[in-house]
């Protein structure tokens, strides 16, 4: 059975650093949602850490967010030792 994400037609983008892996994601809020890029060490349990990207930017749909975090994740150098993005 395919996962939510391909219901929707839609696979969510993932990147592979030295420590950690990167995600697409989309954060819901007030007025819409934000592109976001969530973080979590590699083998690690728990919750991921969630970066808002494109401040000042609110898209009307779930999936329109995460399109846009889809192509900044592209853009992403690196995950630092601290799990910040690295431009």
């Known amino acids: 059975m395919p996962g939510f994400d391909q ?3 839609h696979t969510m983008a ?5 420590h950690f892996e ?3 994601a989309a954060v819901p809020g007030e007025g819409g ?3 976001a890029i969530a ?3 590699l083998g690690a349990g728990g919750a991921p850490r969630f970066h808002k990207i494109l401040p000042g930017s609110t898209f009307s749909t779930a999936m329109s967010a995460d399109q846009a975090a889809c192509d900044e994740l592209a853009r992403l150098a690196d995950v630092d030792a601290d799990g910040e993005l690295v431009w």
């Not at 993932?14 to 030295?18: S, W, Y």
């Open 7 to 9: 219901w929707l037609g």
């Open 14 to 18: 993932r990147r592979e650093f030295q």
């Open 33 to 35: 949602y934000s592109a």
């Open 22 to 24: 990167a995600v697409s």
């Open 39 to 41: 973080v979590k060490e």
